[in-house]
């Protein structure tokens, strides 16, 4: 069995999230979006699919890296193919990105999975069939009736615990929002969604991610006042200095690292130095699954938790296969929009929640994602 061809498909989709001049998203009109489904073909038919923002994948990636590694290899050598990914990003000029590295490890696992008939969590390993989530708000904004004020923050955590969630995440305020960065706001923010959900509801809070020591240490000391669960990327991730520092003065778990690069290289020595209580990784910042397995299992190593950073499928099977990792990150989530209604290119969202706050493991093979493959043949902008 050999990868014969690998294809992107670029295609629209209709959307009513937005970023605004930094990155963040929040609700919008409804507009189109661009996605891509990256198409590994091995030459028995078999194929694994993944999506991502066009232009991680765009064609001088595809074809100087992705190509150049993948064609005529048996895809079940999948750690193999991913050393030799990995070897090419120190002369790519920071071109091959560990995320794009990731996509193409999805859509392998996918192959895999599919050609199995199985559940990635499965072939990862299969250590549950559910997870509790929390819900994952999206950052603050200055949107009347949505995430703009303190009250309005607690307001969406009472309908976020009837909807079943046992454990809700908030992004606070950030730049470009007029006020932003506060300190002073986010703890209000805080204070105003545990009097809302009152003492049994695990809270955590994902900070303004370049704040100083000073607010650093003040919020984190009211945070431990109102019993939170945990306290994630308040200051820049590549001082980890500072993260030793903080984590030194606080009795709240410091979640991390999110964002920072070096796979499970960099995590390790934040391990070594003290630099976090729980330690954090996703599919698409660390490089895709296998290093996100390995994350987790040097954690455990350590007696630590790995919290796996962000939703979607690749990150649920993971989750589905450790035992050190309490939480599905559920989100982003907002007033304004429904996040049960799937994308147009997928028949059926990959994390539906139970009543009881739950979110079970696909059954379907490979990722588990129920792709409309018409829906995104009708829409296709181009073919690569």
């Not at 690998?6 to 507009?31: L, M, N, Q, W």
């Not at 390790?268 to 290093?291: E, F, M, Q, Y």
């Amino acid at each position: 069995m050999r990868i014969e061809s690998i294809k992107v498909t670029t295609f629209t989709y209709p959307t009513r999230r937005c970023s605004d001049s930094a990155g963040h998203s929040h609700p919008g009109d409804e507009s189109l979006a661009k996605m891509a489904m990256l198409t590994i073909t091995a030459d028995d038919n078999s194929q694994g699919y993944a999506f991502v923002a066009p232009e991680i994948i765009r064609p001088y990636i595809v074809d100087s890296f992705f190509k150049k590694v993948l064609i005529g290899q048996n895809p079940f050598n999948r750690e193999k193919i991913w050393h030799e990914l990995v070897h090419w990003q120190r002369g790519s000029a920071q071109q091959l990105t560990d995320r794009a590295i990731a996509i193409v490890e999805q859509a392998i696992w996918d192959l895999i999975g599919r050609k199995l008939n199985m559940p990635v969590h499965k072939l990862l390993g299969g250590y549950r069939e559910k997870v509790p989530a929390y819900g994952s708000t999206m950052c603050g904004d200055e949107l009347k009736g949505g995430l703009s004020t303190p009250d309005e923050y607690g307001d969406f955590a009472e309908k976020l615990v009837l909807k079943g969630y046992k454990a809700i995440k908030i992004h606070t305020w950030m730049p470009p929002v007029s006020f932003a960065p506060s300190p002073i706001m986010d703890v209000k923010a805080c204070a105003a969604v545990r009097e809302a959900v009152g003492p049994d509801i695990a809270l955590m809070i994902d900070g303004y991610h370049w704040y100083s020591r000073s607010d650093a240490i003040y919020i984190g000391r009211e945070l431990q006042k109102l019993n939170f669960t945990w306290f994630e990327e308040p200051m820049e991730e590549q001082s980890m200095d500072s993260y030793i520092w903080l984590s030194k003065n606080l009795d709240i778990d410091i979640v991390g690292p999110e964002s920072l690069s070096g796979k499970y290289l960099s995590r390790a020595d934040w391990v070594k130095h003290g630099a976090c209580d729980i330690l954090r990784a996703g599919v698409n910042s660390a490089g895709g699954l296998t290093p996100c397995l390995k994350v987790a299992a040097l954690a455990e190593s350590f007696g630590m938790d790995c919290e796996i950073h962000g939703n979607g499928a690749p990150n649920l099977n993971v989750i589905g296969a450790i035992k050190n990792c309490r939480w599905y990150e559920r989100g982003l989530l907002h007033p304004f929009l429904n996040y049960d209604e799937p994308p147009a290119y997928l028949n059926s969202i990959v994390d539906p929640m139970d009543k009881d706050g739950f979110v079970h493991l696909p059954t379907l093979p490979g990722l588990g994602e129920d792709i409309n493959f018409n829906y995104i043949a009708t829409n296709t902008l181009t073919v690569e």
